[in-house]
C-alpha cells in the first residue's frame, strides 16, 4: 500500500533555509503535495509537483523530486517566523484513485528569531 | 466568500450521541472528501464523494455516514459517539481529471466525553 514518511521536527534561525524531506512508497504517485498547517486552523495548499517533473519553483519555496527515490522535498528560503507550522507532503495515484491522497505524520517546523 | 466551510468550528457532546458535520464548498468542484485528524496531526481519509456518489470508502466504522445532497455540500452523520471519535475532522473539495488539487475547510474540532 501506499506510505509516506517525513522527519517530525526542524528547528531553524530567523533568515535561513528550511529543507523538510519526505519519502514515498507508491511508485504510481502522479501528483505529489506540500500543505502547511498553522496551529488551530485548516490546510493550506503550498504546491504541488507532477511526477515526471524535477523542480518546481514558486516564490521562496523550491520544490525537488527524485523519482527514482522516490524522495520529495521542500526548500523555504530566507525562514521568517510566520513560517513556523506543521508541513505535510502528500501524494495521490489520480485517475480512478479520484484524488486519494496520502499523507506523511507532518513535519513540525520551529523557526527561531 | 469562503471557499470550503464548514459547521460547527467546535463540537463537543457526550459519548452515545448522535451529531453532524457539514461542509459546503463554492469553487464548484465535484469531488468532495473527509479527512479524520488523530490527536497526533496524523490525516487519514475517510470518504470520498464523486458527483454526489460516494467513491472512496476506508475502513471506517458504519456509524458514520456521509450524505451529500448535491455537489456543493458533504455533510457527516456520527451515531452512537465514542471517545476515539475525537478529532478533527476535515472537509476538502477538488476538481477531478485536473491535478486533483484539494482545497481544505478549516475543520471541525469533535470532542466527545
Known amino acids: 500500500g501506499e506510505d509516506v514518511e517525513q522527519s517530525l521536527f526542524l528547528s531553524v534561525r530567523e533568515g535561513d533555509s528550511s529543507v523538510i524531506n519526505c519519502t514515498y512508497t507508491?511508485?504510481?504517485?502522479?501528483?505529489l503535495y506540500w500543505y502547511k498547517q498553522e496551529p488551530g486552523a485548516g490546510l493550506q495548499l503550498l504546491t504541488y509537483?507532477?511526477?515526471?517533473?524535477d523542480m518546481k519553483q514558486d516564490q521562496r519555496l523550491t520544490v525537488l523530486l527524485n523519482k527514482k527515490d522516490k524522495h520529495l522535498s521542500l526548500r523555504i528560503a530566507d525562514t521568517q517566523t510566520g513560517d513556523s507550522a506543521i508541513y505535510f507532503c502528500?501524494?495521490?495515484?489520480?485517475?480512478?484513485?479520484?484524488?486519494?491522497?496520502?499523507f506523511g505524520q507532518g513535519t513540525i517546523l520551529t523557526v527561531h528569531p | 466568500d469562503t471557499a470550503v466551510s464548514q459547521t460547527p468550528k467546535y463540537l463537543v457532546t457526550q459519548m452515545g450521541n448522535d451529531k453532524s458535520i457539514k461542509c459546503e464548498q463554492n469553487?464548484?468542484?465535484?469531488?468532495m472528501y473527509w479527512y479524520k485528524q488523530d490527536s497526533k496531526k496524523f490525516l487519514k481519509i475517510m470518504f470520498s464523494?464523486?458527483?454526489?456518489?460516494?467513491?472512496i470508502n476506508e475502513t471506517v466504522p458504519n456509524r458514520f455516514s456521509p450524505k451529500s445532497p448535491d455537489k456543493a455540500h458533504l455533510n457527516l452523520h456520527i451515531n452512537s459517539l465514542e471517545l476515539g471519535d475525537s478529532a478533527v475532522y476535515f472537509c476538502?473539495?477538488?476538481?477531478?481529471?485536473?491535478?486533483?488539487?484539494?482545497?481544505f475547510g478549516p475543520g471541525t474540532r469533535l470532542t466527545v466525553l
Open positions: 469553487l464548484g468542484h465535484d469531488t
Open positions: 502528500a501524494e495521490t495515484a489520480g485517475g480512478t484513485s479520484y484524488g486519494k491522497l496520502t
Open positions: 507508491d511508485s504510481s504517485s502522479t501528483y
Open positions: 509537483i507532477f511526477s515526471n517533473m
Open positions: 476538502a473539495s477538488s476538481w477531478t481529471g485536473n491535478t486533483d488539487t484539494q482545497y
Open positions: 464523494y464523486n458527483n454526489k456518489e460516494l467513491i
